[in-house]
């Protein structure tokens, strides 16, 4: 199982990113392009390929992986709370959140769009990524 499968499962445990799930919502790399403009979204985007970390004796112990979280609605306070809840999903997995991000609104799409980033490790000797 890939990291960004287990990122998408650990999303699904929130009733509310589920929700959004179930209208297409959550995806990888880019936002879906049949969902409706006014559709709340969340895309997992990596930002890296998994990298070797942690080393003993010169062998790597795991994995290392960077990945860009973006959610997309219609409204600010929502956008907000889908954030907190991708937010608790990745220190689920023990990502922690990066310095830097978006915090805007776009006026072409009509939608706010909060982009944070989060590295983490795999599992000392899950190095099959």
Same mark, same amino acid.
């Given at each position: 199982?890939?990291?960004?499968? &287990? #990122?998408?499962?650990? +999303?699904?445990? !929130?009733?509310?990113?589920?929700? #959004?799930?179930?209208?297409?919502? #959550?995806?990888? +790399?880019? *936002?879906?392009?049949? $969902?409706? !403009?006014?559709? =709340? !979204?969340?895309?997992?985007?990596? $930002?890296?390929?998994?990298?070797?970390? =942690?080393?003993? =004796?010169?062998?790597?112990? *795991? &994995?290392? +992986?960077?990945?860009?979280?973006?959610?997309?609605?219609?409204?600010?306070? @929502?956008?907000?709370?889908?954030?907190?809840?991708?937010?608790?999903?990745?220190?689920? $997995?023990? +990502?922690?959140?990066? !310095?830097?991000?978006?915090? @805007? /609104?776009?006026?072409?799409?009509? *939608? /706010?769009?909060?982009?944070?980033? /989060? *590295?983490?490790? =795999?599992?000392?000797?899950?190095?099959? /990524?």
């Amino acid at each position: 199982m890939s990291m960004m499968d &287990k #990122i998408f499962e650990e +999303f699904l445990k !929130s009733d509310k990113l589920k929700a #959004i799930d179930d209208f297409g919502g #959550i995806k990888d +790399f880019v *936002r879906p392009e049949g $969902l409706d !403009s006014d559709a =709340s !979204s969340v895309v997992i985007i990596p $930002l890296m390929s998994p990298a070797q970390a =942690s080393f003993g =004796s010169d062998t790597p112990l *795991r &994995k290392k +992986f960077l990945f860009q979280i973006n959610v997309e609605t219609t409204d600010y306070d @929502e956008t907000k709370l889908v954030a907190r809840e991708v937010e608790k999903a990745m220190l689920a $997995l023990s +990502f922690f959140q990066q !310095s830097g991000g978006l915090d @805007e /609104y776009f006026e072409e799409t009509g *939608r /706010y769009v909060d982009a944070r980033t /989060y *590295r983490g490790f =795999s599992d000392i000797y899950d190095l099959d /990524y």
